[in-house]
């Protein structure tokens, strides 16, 4: 199943970019921008497991999946930014009632 961005100018009014976004419907998952990329990370897919996928666009209508199975143990919950050029996952749960206190970073 597709999974879906939104775009709004003012926080306040949205709209749909995609309803079919490449990537399946996701929960938990963490969201960053780097270098003029959105970024969609880990997260749980469809039947709530968790994931170490890694999505990237441009302009929120298509999507590249960057990798399947990233360095980090798949997760959900997790905090993702943008800092010092790099994107960083902090902490998150592997499963249900196991959490992580690992940090991880990328260019």
């Given at each position: 199943?597709?999974?879906l961005?939104?775009k709004?100018?003012?926080?306040i009014?949205?709209?749909?970019?995609?309803t079919a976004?490449q990537f399946?419907?996701?929960?938990?998952q963490?969201s960053?921008?780097?270098?003029n990329?959105?970024w969609v990370?880990?997260g749980?897919?469809d039947?709530?497991?968790?994931t170490n996928e890694?999505?990237?666009?441009?302009?929120?209508?298509?999507w590249?999946?960057?990798?399947?199975n990233t360095?980090?143990?798949?997760?959900?919950?997790?905090?993702g930014m943008?800092?010092?050029?790099?994107?960083?996952?902090?902490?998150?749960?592997?499963?249900?009632?196991?959490?992580t206190?690992?940090?991880?970073s990328?260019?």
């Amino acid at each position: 199943m597709a999974g879906l961005t939104f775009k709004s100018s003012d926080g306040i009014t949205w709209t749909a970019a995609t309803t079919a976004a490449q990537f399946g419907k996701h929960s938990g998952q963490t969201s960053a921008v780097l270098n003029n990329n959105m970024w969609v990370i880990g997260g749980l897919n469809d039947n709530l497991d968790p994931t170490n996928e890694v999505w990237s666009s441009t302009d929120g209508l298509n999507w590249t999946q960057v990798t399947t199975n990233t360095t980090f143990t798949a997760r959900c919950s997790h905090a993702g930014m943008f800092f010092n050029n790099k994107l960083w996952v902090i902490a998150g749960q592997t499963g249900p009632g196991t959490d992580t206190n690992d940090v991880w970073s990328s260019q």
